[in-house]
């Protein structure tokens, strides 16, 4: 094995006993990419199989979403721009949203009790028990799809891993938007 070849661990052959030492490898440059993508697909799959199934009624996916966001907040309320931090739309078609649950009686807004210029969405007892219903609907096809798939270790890992990335971010500097003429000046 030459001196720049690996073993599948990571390891190099030392020259004077044979063993492998662990070094460092390289950084591959394309891994954060490939696990990104492996993430997102694997979600996209996920999410089309559980927006396919017939649990949501009378909601949509993003409806119980909110509902269900809402259920895990303290006091089950949330300022509309907390609530947009977990989810995936602009804040004004989920203001929209949120309009449409709180004609439906499932969602109320009440003012904070820390400031009264500020407003909480809040879970309605009809809002709290429809999220419930769904809730334990879409655990069973959790745990249809996800449980064949991994194993109980594997299961705690990618919790882990995905809580650890999450959680990463509030640290980690905003990068600044690329434009054209940046990509320009870096080609020159």
């Given at each position: 094995m030459s001196a720049d070849v690996l073993s599948p661990a990571g390891e190099r052959p030392q020259a004077s006993t044979g063993r492998h030492a662990t070094v460092a490898a390289?950084?591959?440059?394309?891994?954060?990419?490939?696990?990104?993508?492996a993430l997102f697909r694997a979600q996209v799959t996920l999410m089309r199989r559980f927006a396919a199934e017939d649990v949501w009624a009378p909601l949509t996916v993003r409806e119980y979403d909110v509902l269900f966001t809402l259920s895990r907040a303290p006091e089950h309320g949330l300022r509309l721009h907390e609530l947009n931090e977990d989810m995936l739309l602009s804040q004004p078609s989920l203001s929209r949203m949120v309009d449409r649950l709180e004609a439906h009686g499932l969602v109320s807004r009440r003012p904070s009790v820390g400031d009264r210029r500020g407003l909480l969405i809040v879970l309605t007892p009809q809002g709290a028990q429809l999220q419930?219903?769904?809730?334990?609907?879409?655990?069973e096809s959790i745990r249809a799809y996800v449980?064949?798939?991994?194993?109980?270790e594997e299961l705690r890992t990618l919790e882990h891993l995905c809580t650890k990335l999450r959680s990463a971010q509030t640290t980690i500097a905003t990068r600044t938007p690329h434009t054209p003429a940046q990509a320009e000046e870096r080609a020159s």
């Open positions: 390289a950084p591959d440059s394309h891994v954060a990419a490939r696990s990104w993508e419930k219903s769904i809730g334990r609907k879409h655990v449980e064949p798939a991994l194993t109980l």
